[in-house]
């Protein structure tokens, strides 16, 4: 039992549909696996996993202490003075636990998933895609590590200290509870992980051919109101500088995915024999269809012409033999004339 989840014991191309299942099955569990041994990795070391997660907040308080203190601003005194998170109840403090658990568990499990993935659908693939699958791979994990790490340096904390700075002109006092704060952070690192991802979402769109890198640049301006509105719904105060910054980030990702699939396409379809532009196809069938329509005005006005008598054409040698008249009757002497 254990060797099935360590090996395979037969090649996916020879496997039947239940097998496939079961293979599929056995992935699943690898991911799921790695991902328990995170968390529970985390709960042991239940000491470590927290001072990590609050270090955003130690930078909202102490910008000088971040590595982009250029970025963050001067944080109010109110937020200086804050004591350590607080926690009210039992269950805020196995809140804490698991949401740091959650958070370990789902890094060391990222790249097991989308090593799995690439072996699931390999088989599927021609060799020239499978050449392509492992960038692929490598592309997305970075790419979410990249939106992870933007939220844990710039977004929590700056998100932290507007939070403050609203309250204090409110004149309220703000107690921080610790299942809140982790379970922000851990969210806020996820979401925007998840989020950087959508560059190779558009890719595989334009390499399925369903949608065209044509179509999608002309979309542009819906596009861009929607990375916006996307942006807004994920930091969760939408103040302008994030707002303008996060929507630029995302808004060029958009643009180099429409070159990359535009490549992408185009080789896909010479190495099909197809022509390289999408639109061309479109073009042809325009044609085809104004020859049809042609073709059949032709026929409709050359059946519709009545049917003329020929004629002979003057001075035409051909003569044109006479209808025979019947034979005479019985005592008409005009004949003999």
Same mark, same amino acid.
């Given at each position: 039992?254990l060797s099935?989840?360590?090996?395979r014991?037969?090649?996916?191309?020879?496997m039947? %549909?239940l &097998?496939h +299942?079961?293979?599929?099955?056995?992935?699943?569990?690898?991911?799921?696996?790695? =991902?328990? $041994?995170? /968390?529970v990795a985390?709960?042991?070391?239940?000491?470590?996993?927290?001072?990590?997660?609050?270090?955003?907040?130690?930078?909202?308080?102490?910008?000088?202490?971040?590595?982009i203190s250029?970025?963050?601003?001067?944080?109010d005194?109110?937020?200086v003075?804050m004591g350590?998170?607080?926690?009210f109840?039992?269950?805020?403090?196995w809140?804490?636990?698991?949401?740091?658990?959650?958070g370990?568990?789902?890094?060391?499990a990222s790249?097991?998933?989308?090593?799995e993935?690439a072996?699931?659908v390999?088989?599927a693939?021609?060799d020239?895609?499978?050449?392509?699958?492992i960038?692929?791979?490598?592309a997305?994990?970075?790419?979410?590590l990249?939106?992870?790490?933007?939220?844990?340096l710039?977004l929590t904390?700056m998100?932290?200290?507007?939070?403050?700075h %609203?309250? &204090?002109? +409110?004149?309220?006092?703000?107690t921080?509870?610790?299942s809140?704060?982790?379970? =922000?952070? $851990?969210? /806020?690192?996820?979401?925007t992980?998840?989020?950087f991802?959508?560059?190779?979402a558009l890719?595989?769109?334009?390499?399925?051919?369903?949608?065209?890198?044509?179509?999608?640049?002309?979309?542009?301006?819906?596009?861009?109101?929607?990375?916006?509105?996307?942006?807004a719904l994920?930091?969760p105060?939408a103040?302008p500088?994030s707002l303008?910054?996060?929507t630029?980030v995302?808004?060029g990702?958009y643009?180099?995915?429409?070159?990359?699939?535009?490549?992408?396409?185009?080789r896909?379809r010479?190495?099909?024999?197809?022509?390289?532009?999408?639109?061309?196809?479109?073009?042809?069938?325009?044609d085809?269809d104004?020859d049809?329509?042609?073709?059949?005005?032709?026929?409709?006005?050359r059946?519709s012409?009545?049917?003329?008598?020929?004629t002979?054409?003057?001075?035409d040698?051909?003569s044109?033999?006479?209808?025979?008249?019947p034979p005479?009757?019985?005592g008409?002497?005009s004949?003999l004339?």
């Amino acid at each position: 039992m254990l060797s099935t989840f360590i090996r395979r014991n037969k090649p996916r191309s020879e496997m039947s %549909f239940l &097998e496939h +299942l079961d293979d599929l099955r056995i992935s699943l569990i690898r991911v799921l696996a790695v =991902f328990t $041994v995170g /968390m529970v990795a985390a709960l042991i070391f239940y000491r470590e996993a927290p001072e990590l997660l609050n270090m955003p907040l130690n930078w909202a308080k102490h910008p000088e202490t971040s590595p982009i203190s250029f970025i963050l601003s001067k944080p109010d005194p109110g937020l200086v003075a804050m004591g350590e998170l607080k926690e009210f109840t039992f269950m805020g403090v196995w809140k804490v636990l698991m949401y740091a658990a959650f958070g370990v568990g789902i890094g060391l499990a990222s790249p097991i998933f989308l090593y799995e993935t690439a072996r699931f659908v390999g088989p599927a693939l021609t060799d020239r895609e499978k050449r392509g699958l492992i960038p692929f791979c490598v592309a997305a994990l970075i790419l979410f590590l990249l939106g992870a790490t933007l939220a844990f340096l710039w977004l929590t904390p700056m998100s932290i200290q507007i939070w403050q700075h %609203f309250a &204090e002109g +409110l004149k309220m006092e703000v107690t921080w509870q610790a299942s809140d704060y982790y379970g =922000f952070v $851990v969210m /806020m690192a996820l979401l925007t992980g998840l989020t950087f991802q959508f560059p190779l979402a558009l890719i595989i769109l334009m390499w399925l051919e369903l949608v065209r890198p044509k179509t999608l640049l002309k979309s542009w301006r819906g596009m861009l109101f929607g990375i916006m509105i996307l942006v807004a719904l994920i930091t969760p105060i939408a103040e302008p500088i994030s707002l303008i910054v996060m929507t630029g980030v995302l808004f060029g990702f958009y643009l180099v995915a429409v070159g990359v699939g535009s490549v992408i396409v185009r080789r896909k379809r010479i190495a099909r024999g197809d022509k390289p532009n999408p639109e061309d196809d479109d073009i042809d069938d325009d044609d085809e269809d104004e020859d049809d329509d042609r073709d059949e005005g032709y026929r409709s006005s050359r059946d519709s012409d009545p049917v003329k008598p020929i004629t002979p054409a003057l001075g035409d040698s051909t003569s044109v033999k006479p209808k025979s008249a019947p034979p005479p009757s019985e005592g008409d002497l005009s004949s003999l004339d």
